[in-house]
């Protein structure tokens, strides 16, 4: 079966900012065709608050991104605002806060940009404007991994989307961290939702990513799950967790053939001199990775988004961190119940997609290989609907 690799393989171009925190999401997970039939420019944006456990005076909602090759933030009139540096307050940071309407739903109008979507429950997140390397106002995002991070101790989240002429394309994501359960409703040709969890889901992962001792350290309280890749970043999260199944892969590999199936084509795969080696529609080579390569789906699977290295690259990623490239020679693998199966493998993500009521999660950068992120696009949507879930 042929994988759905329709979306661009640099899944996190966040650059790092001031202090371990974030400056401006650049790069969406998704891009649109441009064939397609082009979308209204202005799209109703509804947020609804069923957390169950706080009020609407208590949510508060962030809308920050890119648009027309500038860092904004959404007003609560619709209109995508600049960033500047005058946005500080005195303490430093912006208030860049959309509340929500006094009871029920609050509806908004979103323009053609993309970003993410924050919530932060029970206290506001401290956004800064800061100047980026070609001297332009550039946003710092928070870092919710990070404990020196202003917004480390508010609970938060967020989904993320671009919005164009091409249509809508977002999901909802725990590629960095999971806290806040969130579910996306998307209405035009279709009507789809994603990210919603099972009843107590949120509790449910919590408590299976603590049974495994390696990824204990990574909950946090009841405010949020640190991803692995992050956890390994502050000291939380072995540096060589994956290095017996990467040798195992290598092992494997030196003696057989691994056959990766992209919309390029189909790569043949073996080591060769420690590295790696496709033939196909194009020759390509992977040298061995580390556990942070893995987790990260960065550095020796590094995926430029170039029709060749990068597909072969984000398989191999989404293997890794499912644990099939050793079960299965012809990768990726579509059947989920293969997925997680070795007592060594990413029991984040697997805790993540185990929580899920669709199955689908973006547990990491590539979990889109073979259509299993919790992500969900219309070319020509009427709709964007973000849910706070019951805890």
Partial sequence: MTPHHRHPLARRTLLAGLGGAVVAAMAPRAVGNTAAPKAAAALPLTLVN????????SVHVYVVGNADGRQVRLTPEGTPAPVALSDNGPD???????????????????????????????AKLKFKVV??????????????????????????????????????FCNTTMVDMFSVPLSIRLTGAKDQTTGTLRDGGRAAAFAAVREVPEFARLVVDDTRIIAPGHGLDAGLFAEDYFAPYIDEVWSTYTGKDLKVATNAGTFTGRVRGERLSFTGPAEVSFGKPSTRDVLFCDGALAAPNDGTTGPVAAVLGAGFNRSTLVSSAAQPTTDAASFYRTGL??????AMHAAARDGKAYGFAFDDVADFASYVQDTAPTGLRLTLTPF
């Fill in 50 to 57: 069923n957390s169950g456990s706080f009020g609407n005076a």
């Fill in 131 to 168: 100047v980026d390397g070609a001297g332009r106002p550039a946003l710092q995002y928070p870092a919710g991994w990070v404990p020196s991070d202003p917004g480390y101790g508010v609970l938060h989240d967020c989904a993320e989307f671009t919005y164009n002429a091409s249509g809508m």
């Fill in 345 to 350: 493998t990413n029991h984040y993500a697997k």
């Fill in 92 to 122: 430093g940071f912006t208030d860049y806060a959309i509340p929500l309407a006094g009871s029920g739903e609050t509806r908004l109008s979103l323009p053609y940009m993309s970003g993410r979507i924050y919530v932060s429950l029970g």
